[in-house]
């Protein structure tokens, strides 16, 4: 069993930054691929970026690449999404996902049902 337990949102003005940490308990966090998604009030749920397992290899939205960067510490167990400048259309829940059967070592899951672990999620609101 993995738990995954998200922190550092907040509220933050257009054009800030923030930084999400999600730590996870498990002996084997490090073979686990890594993701973060987002949920706006009365949209679905979506993809924001995530790491393979070593945290070599990443993938982003499009709606996020070049501003926002996922990271990984295997020694801390613990996933971050570092968020520079921050839209409104940024504010949502954001929360972290584990992967605990990735494909390869390179493998980077981007889709809802290859997570099986998430956590309570952490609000992210921007203002204008």
């Known amino acids: 069993q993995v738990q995954l337990v998200e922190s550092g949102g907040g509220l933050v003005q257009a054009g800030g930054s923030l930084r999400l940490s999600c730590a996870a308990s498990?002996?084997?966090?490090?073979?686990?691929?890594m993701g973060w998604f987002r949920q706006a009030p009365g949209k679905e749920r979506e993809f924001v970026a995530g790491?393979?397992?070593?945290?070599?290899?990443?993938y982003y939205a499009d709606s996020v690449k070049g501003r926002f960067t996922i990271s990984r510490d295997n020694a801390k167990n613990t996933v971050y999404l570092q968020m520079n400048s921050l839209k409104p259309e940024d504010t949502a829940v954001y929360s972290c996902?584990?992967?605990?059967?990735?494909?390869?070592?390179?493998?980077?899951?981007?889709?809802?049902?290859?997570?099986?672990?998430w956590g309570q999620g952490t609000q992210v609101t921007v203002s204008s």
């Open positions: 498990g002996r084997t966090f490090s073979r686990y691929a």
């Open positions: 790491t393979s397992w070593t945290g070599l290899y990443t």
């Open positions: 996902a584990a992967d605990s059967s990735p494909l390869l070592p390179t493998y980077v899951p981007k889709i809802y049902g290859e997570f099986d672990y």
